[in-house]
Antibody, heavy 120, light 108 residues
Framework: QVHLVQSGAEVKKPGSSVKVSCKPSGGAFNNYAMNWVRQAPGQGLEWMGGINPMFNTSTYARTFQGRVTITADESTSTAYMELSSLGSEDTAVYYC?????????????WGKGTTVTVSS | EIVMTQSPATLSVSPGERATLSCRASQSLSSNLAWYQQKPGQAPRLLIYGASTRATDIPARFSGTGSGTEFTLTISSLQSEDFAVYYCQQYSSWPKYTFGQGTKLEFK
């Protein structure tokens, strides 16, 4: 069974950047169109953007455009989400999520989440 | 951008009763809608896709209906493990997605 394995918790200063990674535990990496979803404390789910590793194309939510960069490294089979100009409002759990191989749109697979805390 | 609106924000139901959750889209999605369940401290779990198809290992008490702009998730007989937050998500505008704000299903 495939799992999405995310990097560990981060504590960042305001104004800095954070880079979170996500790696499928099995299967061909380019089968996974990786999305990133954010959840602030006590709040709902917010789609940030995604990447299709097969075509190396990224799409971003308007809210995060210009501040988020989603990339994929095929050599290490790892997807990354980098968020810059961090503020306290970016304190949240960040999930990677993907359709399972053979699926295309809905998110069957989820990582366990990476907690990012922004604090001075 | 497609806006998703869920109602109610909180639903209080007793175990064994039926729960009906609603999701409305600002424009037609056809059947490009998914439902997710999230329990405290856990990642979301896919329940329904294509508006009405249960995902793998999802019990038959969960059902989804609707198309266009109006969708419903019904849990026919609530079990204790069903108390959670439920989100709808549109993928009609793939590769862009939108989630609803969630409905919290709580014990009455």
């Amino acid at each position: 069974q495939v799992h999405l394995v995310q990097s560990g918790a981060e504590v960042k200063k305001p104004g800095s950047s954070v880079k979170v990674s996500c790696k499928p535990s099995g299967g061909a990496f380019n089968n996974y169109a990786m999305n990133w979803v954010r959840q602030a404390p006590g709040q709902g789910l917010e789609w940030m953007g995604g990447i299709n590793p097969m075509f190396n194309t990224s799409t971003y939510a308007r809210t995060f455009q210009g501040r988020v960069t989603i990339t994929a490294d095929e050599s290490t089979s790892t997807a990354y989400m980098e968020l810059s100009s961090l503020g306290s409002e970016d304190t949240a759990v960040y999930y990677c999520a993907s359709p399972a191989p053979g699926h295309y749109y809905y998110m069957d697979l989820w990582g366990k989440g990476t907690t990012v805390t922004v604090s001075s | 951008e497609i806006v998703m609106t869920q109602s109610p924000a909180t639903l209080s139901v007793s175990p064994g009763e039926r729960a009906t959750l609603s999701c409305r889209a600002s424009q037609s999605l056809s059947s490009n809608l998914a439902w997710y369940q999230q329990k405290p401290g856990q990642a979301p779990r896919l329940l329904i896709y294509g508006a009405s198809t249960r995902a793998t290992d999802i019990p038959a008490r969960f059902s989804g209906t609707g198309s266009g702009t109006e969708f419903t998730l019904t849990i026919s007989s609530l079990q204790s493990e069903d108390f959670a937050v439920y989100y709808c998500q549109q993928y009609s505008s793939w590769p862009k997605y939108t989630f609803g704000q969630g409905t919290k299903l709580e014990f009455k």
